[in-house]
């Protein structure tokens, strides 16, 4: 799959520059890490090359599609936040992220509950120079007063073991209901956000304007991630409706939320009166996609809004430090 979805791509850089699509293995590192990707290593030559590449795509004049309504909290007077005990709360907290990566999104909704003051590092994609210092090349990465944690569930599993003690890890059953629906988040939901935020042009653009507005990316990057990225992910995306058989990605976002809804049950959250980390996590990896048009589109056809802008208001203002 990550070798037909790197030949779509380079066909489509090479012909956004006018080249010829003659042997050069175009990595789609940079647009499986945006969002939801998964991709191994690459070298930094490959990575310098592809930055070039998104540089001459940029040239390419594609319409810029819809604007972007800033992912923000609306915040109509904080409901019920659970800040945990002083004593049990880090003294210094760093996550190291992408503004728009589902996986860092879930660590935050978390935090931000919680309460838990962080400092964010944003890396940027195409150097990584931000975590060069770390093995584990993803994100999210957070430092807790000095140790790394990596991999969102494993980082959440471990704050959640740490502020709210036994609460938590009495619930590790395979099949509990908190459980289940957070695997679902990371094997099902992420996956059916990409092809959505990516299925037209339009959307593409909408999507990198988002990314790269709120990403680390330098002044040339910027420009040429937005149109490069877009383009070819708006390639990658149908390969991965293929791959997770997807036929209609409305549908299937639509179903999904409708999915969630009804593992409700009528409850105001899946916690019951207060949000549990399976709420956290589906709210985290929408909260990204929510003021664009999918996410608009999910609101107005489902019945997923009402949980959701309790979910607003109950994590309230993001407990970010500002540098
Ligand atoms: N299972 C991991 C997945 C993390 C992940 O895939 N993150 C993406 C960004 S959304 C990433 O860092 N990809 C690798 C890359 O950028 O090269 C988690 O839950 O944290």
Redesign the pocket.
């Known amino acids: 799959m990550r070798r037909a979805s790197s030949v779509l791509l380079f066909r489509t850089l090479a012909a956004a520059r006018g080249g010829s699509a003659a042997s050069i293995p175009v990595s789609n ?2 647009l ?11 070298s930094p030559i490959r990575r310098r090359w592809f930055s070039s590449i998104l540089a001459t795509a940029a040239g390419t004049s594609l319409a810029v599609g819809g604007a972007l309504i800033a992912a923000s909290s609306i915040s109509e007077g904080a409901l019920a936040k659970e800040p945990p005990p002083p004593h049990t709360l880090p003294k210094d907290v760093v996550l190291y992220q ?1 503004e ?5 999104n ?2 935050k909704a978390f935090l931000d509950y919680y309460d838990i003051p962080y400092k964010v590092v944003e ?1 940027n ?1 195409l150097s ?1 120079k931000e975590i060069k210092w770390s093995e584990y ?4 990465i957070v430092m807790i007063d000095g140790e790394q944690l ?6 959440i599993d471990k704050l959640g073991e740490r502020i709210l003690s036994k609460k938590k890890t009495d619930s590790t059953s395979e099949d509990d209901e908190e459980t289940k629906w957070r695997k679902w988040v ?1 094997n099902h939901l992420v996956h059916v956000l990409s092809p959505n935020i990516y299925r037209n042009t339009s959307e593409a653009l909408e999507s990198f304007d988002y990314i790269t507005s709120n990403g680390n990316f330098s002044f040339m990057e910027k420009i040429s991630v937005k149109y490069a990225g877009a383009a070819a992910m708006y390639f990658v995306s149908k390969k991965l409706k293929k791959k997770y058989n997807i036929t209609d990605e409305r549908a299937s976002l639509y179903e999904a939320a409708e999915t969630w809804v009804d593992a409700l049950n009528g409850r105001e959250f899946l916690g019951g009166s207060k949000p549990n980390f399976a709420d956290l996590a589906v709210f985290g990896v929408l909260r990204p996609i929510r003021y664009l048009r999918s996410g608009k589109d999910m609101v107005e056809h489902t019945r997923i809004g009402e949980w959701y802008t309790r979910m607003e208001r109950v994590v309230g203002e993001p407990s970010r430090i500002k540098a």
């Open positions: 590192r940079f499986q890490s945006t969002l939801y990707g998964t991709t191994a290593g690459s992408y728009a990566c589902p996986f860092c879930k660590v890396v994609p990584k090349q993803k994100v999210p990596n991999d969102s569930s494993a980082i990371d």
